[in-house]
């Protein structure tokens, strides 16, 4: 990920990440954001690294069963 990303840009990963997971845990909009921010804060990452994660994760989904990051908790 690049450091020098544009906000827009950033908030764009971040959104996208949250849909990823809406769709695969049947969660909210807020309930999957704040699961965004706290696995960012229990790893001592950001935000964007975090969303990141999760879009990588959607893209090798299909190629691997397992899953780097844990499921939010509904």
Do not use: C, Y
Not at 30 to 51: C, G, H, N, P, T
């Amino acid at each position: 990920m690049k450091s020098g990303l544009d906000p827009r840009d950033a908030r764009r990963v971040v959104a996208r990440a949250t849909v990823v997971l809406m769709n695969r845990h049947h969660i909210t909009d807020s309930e999957a954001f704040r699961w965004l921010q706290r696995i960012a804060v229990k790893r001592r990452s950001s935000l964007l690294v975090v969303a990141d994660a999760v879009i990588g994760t959607e893209s090798r989904a299909t190629e691997s069963p397992a899953r780097s990051l844990p499921a939010p908790r509904s």
